[in-house]
Antibody
Framework: DVQLVESGGTLVQPGGSLRLSCAAS????????MSWVRQAPGKGLEWVST???????YYADSVKGRFTISRDISKNTLYLQVNSLRAEDTAIYYC??????????????????WGEGATVTVS | EIVLTQSPGTLSLSPGERATLSCRAS???????LAWYQQKPGQAPRLLIY???SRGTGIPDRFSGSGSGTDFTLTISRLEPEDIAVYYC?????????FGQGTKVEIK
């Protein structure tokens, strides 16, 4: 089964840092673009960052310069390093897989598999 | 960036009724690059519809999507109690990808 499992969420003080992890299984991790999407308490969904299958990174303006997405292909794990945390970064952070066509040639920026999320509280 | 506005904010219907959810974009979403997600209470989002009208894997056929350009619709043909959720649209034509603010579906 295709599965994404996040970890690393915690309570952190403003200005602090942490690293979120997302362990992937059931698919060829290195072929896929992977994304982080967050949801503040009682609010909607906000795209945060994406790493393409080729390793190119993309960030929302709200996190650019503070967050870093990376991956370890040998461990099938995606990471999000979050620095200089602010109260408005408080959210559930979801790891999600971007859709890849069956041929592997077309990548689309919508998410077909989601993890259960990791909670980050900045206070 | 493309701003998506969903309406209504909350929809209260009885089981078996038809639910119609709207998603309007601030500029044209090309190639029908619009997706819909369902998020049940306490759960992660789940992909329902992509390409404006194609159902995701395992999605019941009572869910359907339509629309193009700036106006898109998600329809639940016969509402079931398990359809209680918040529904989000998302465009993936422009950068950054953006979400609507969600429509909450309640059972009357």
């Amino acid at each position: 089964d295709v599965q994404l499992v996040e970890s690393g969420g915690t309570l952190v003080q403003p200005g602090g840092s942490l690293r979120l992890s997302c362990a992937a299984s059931g698919f060829i991790f290195s072929n896929y673009a992977m994304s982080w999407v967050r949801q503040a308490p009682g609010k909607g969904l906000e795209w945060v960052s994406t790493m393409s299958g080729g390793g190119t990174t993309y960030y929302a303006d709200s996190v650019k310069g503070r967050f870093t997405i990376s991956r370890d292909i040998s461990k099938n794990t995606l990471y999000l390093q979050v620095n200089s945390l602010r109260a408005e970064d408080t959210a559930i952070y979801y790891c999600a897989r971007d859709y890849l066509s069956p041929s592997g040639s077309l990548w689309y920026n919508y998410m077909d598999v989601w993890g259960e999320g990791a909670t980050v509280t900045v206070s | 960036e493309i701003v998506l506005t969903q309406s209504p904010g909350t929809l209260s219907l009885s089981p078996g009724e038809r639910a119609t959810l709207s998603c309007r974009a601030s500029q044209s979403v090309g190639r029908g690059y619009l997706a819909w997600y369902q998020q049940k209470p306490g759960q992660a989002p789940r992909l329902l519809i992509y390409g404006a009208s194609s159902r995701g894997t395992g999605i019941p056929d009572r869910f359907s999507g339509s629309g193009s350009g700036t106006d898109f619709t998600l329809t639940i043909s016969r509402l079931e109690p398990e359809d209680i959720a918040v529904y989000y649209c998302q465009q993936y034509d422009g950068s950054p990808r953006t979400f609507g603010q969600g429509t909450k579906v309640e059972i009357k």
